[in-house]
């Protein structure tokens, strides 16, 4: 075992990327963010793209800020989203970005190749109109993929770009819809009935392998010493914020908060079961052999775009006049795809009132209240159903990322669960990719219970109790037709 060591863990989040500078020991973990930028959309002949490009210059003005004591690297990032190389290595266009409208109508032209529940069992991975299966059949016979030799995920194409490397870490592999959720492999059996090249898809790697190490133009470029190593990690930002859980046991769901909630409980193998499919749960592979059995939930995604559409105001002075309002005064169910493209927000959120025979929020103050006692309603009864579904026991929540600083939100959460709430720490995931890297040099070892000590060790959490009965909220979901 080694003294310590400084990593720098990239964490690459749909509205923002940042690269933040780890000093591990075997008994303490300190960061300091090294470098953030922003991550928006760019429309572009009317598809929605992102900036990779822009990316990758933020992620070597990261490393460069980080160094130049850096002993590894590791990049994670939001899942199913993909570059297409060609026969030299040239990138064919910017990604297409999750949110394009692309995929509408697809999920059922690929069910009826290959049903859904056929292909659940299979990968375990619920119906989000914008996994890789559904964006691949949507770009079948593009000159783009007709072309493309090789497909890379976000985190790996970024990782191919500081290595030259080409390689698929398995946690991020799992949204696909393409991967074998039991044997942790690419299915050829499905990538053969739908048509796709299996050629496209390189070898897969476990969180902790040793991929590569910089590029001498990386080093030359970021001023940094070589030979710096980079290491897979949990590459899909909600694995490595699963391994940040400052849990003391394995008694916990856990609500990775941004973009998006990811609400589940951590298993030690894929439940791929009708019922999980019916209930629209994913089995998505974990760091150390685990699965991160959950539901997507869409998330701050609701509060991000209504604030953009008032123009971006400070949101503290609203979320204080939000905890004003009265509580569960209407809500929305907040895993309707409706809410899932961008623009025009709170005339959705007030148009879902409607439909459901509730008053529209009449402020924005009350839109808010609104979004995040919606979120709290999904929470509970995400982490309801992934306790009941595998059959776990659920003694506490664990809320971790942005959302973690939402004192509302998180009060809310607890309330509509009947559960105590543990909230932190907010960059969890960069956390969790540092850590799995100190333990790929040696500097801390153990399995996540050890790795979870540590961060408990070294940040803070803020507690909250229920408060009250859930029979409010019981009636709430029974206005949306959840109950």
């Not at 049903?115 to 375990?124: F, I, M, Q, S």
């Not at 539901?295 to 509060?303: D, E, K, Q």
């Amino acid at each position: 075992m080694t003294a310590g060591a400084r990593v720098a863990a990239v964490d690459l989040g749909a509205s923002s990327g940042r690269v933040l500078a780890f000093d591990v020991t075997p008994d303490r973990i300190a960061s300091t963010e090294a470098h953030r930028f922003p991550n928006g959309p760019v429309r572009l002949g009317g598809t929605l793209h992102w900036d990779v490009l822009g990316l990758y210059r933020g992620v070597l003005d990261g490393l460069r800020a980080a160094g130049p004591r850096l002993a590894a690297v590791g990049v994670d990032s939001w899942a199913v989203d993909y570059g297409l190389l060609d026969a030299t290595g040239a990138l064919l266009g910017n990604p297409v970005h999750y949110r394009d409208g692309r995929t509408d109508g697809v999920p059922d032209a690929v069910h009826a190749v290959v049903p859904a529940a056929e292909l659940y069992r299979v990968t375990g991975l619920q119906v989000l109109p914008f996994n890789t299966v559904y964006q691949l059949a949507a770009a079948a016979g593009t000159p783009q993929l007709t072309a493309a030799r090789h497909l890379l995920l976000i985190p790996d194409l970024i990782g191919h770009w500081l290595t030259g490397a080409r390689f698929a870490e398995v946690t991020n592999a799992s949204t696909t819809g393409l991967l074998d959720a039991r044997t942790r492999t690419w299915s050829a059996e499905l990538l053969a009935r739908l048509g796709i090249d299996a050629g496209l898809f390189p070898p897969l790697v476990e969180p902790g392998a040793v991929v590569g190490s910089l590029l001498p133009h990386v080093l030359a470029e970021t001023g940094l010493p070589g030979p710096v190593p980079v290491v897979a990690v949990g590459s899909h930002d909600t694995a490595s914020a699963v391994v940040g859980v400052p849990a003391a046991g394995r008694d916990f769901a856990y609500v990775a908060t941004g973009t998006w909630s990811l609400v589940g409980v951590e298993l030690d193998g894929p439940v791929p079961t009708e019922a999980g499919r019916r209930a629209n749960f994913s089995n998505e592979l974990g760091v150390d052999g685990t699965v991160r059995y959950l539901r997507n939930v869409m998330g701050l995604w609701l509060l991000q775009e209504c604030l953009r559409e008032w123009g971006d105001p400070e949101p503290g002075p609203l979320l204080d006049a939000a905890a004003g309002e009265p509580a569960l005064a209407a809500v929305v169910d907040a895993g309707d795809p409706a809410f899932i493209p961008p623009g025009g927000m709170p005339a959705r959120i007030a148009a879902a009132c409607a439909r459901t025979g509730q008053r529209p929020p009449g402020t924005p103050a009350a839109v808010v209240r609104c979004v995040l006692d919606s979120l709290a309603l999904a929470h509970r009864r995400a982490v309801r159903q992934a306790a009941g579904l595998s059959g776990t026991r659920v003694a506490v929540v664990h809320v971790v990322g942005g959302g973690a600083r939402n004192t509302l939100l998180c009060q809310s959460t607890a309330d509509a669960c009947g559960l105590p709430v543990l909230a932190g720490p907010v960059e969890a995931a960069a956390c969790g990719n540092a850590l799995v890297q100190a333990r790929a040099l040696g500097v801390v070892t153990g399995g996540l219970a050890e790795l979870r000590g540590l961060v408990r060790a070294s940040t803070g959490v803020v507690r909250y109790e229920p408060r009250g009965d859930t029979a409010a909220w019981d009636e709430a979901e029974g206005r949306l037709g959840l109950a």
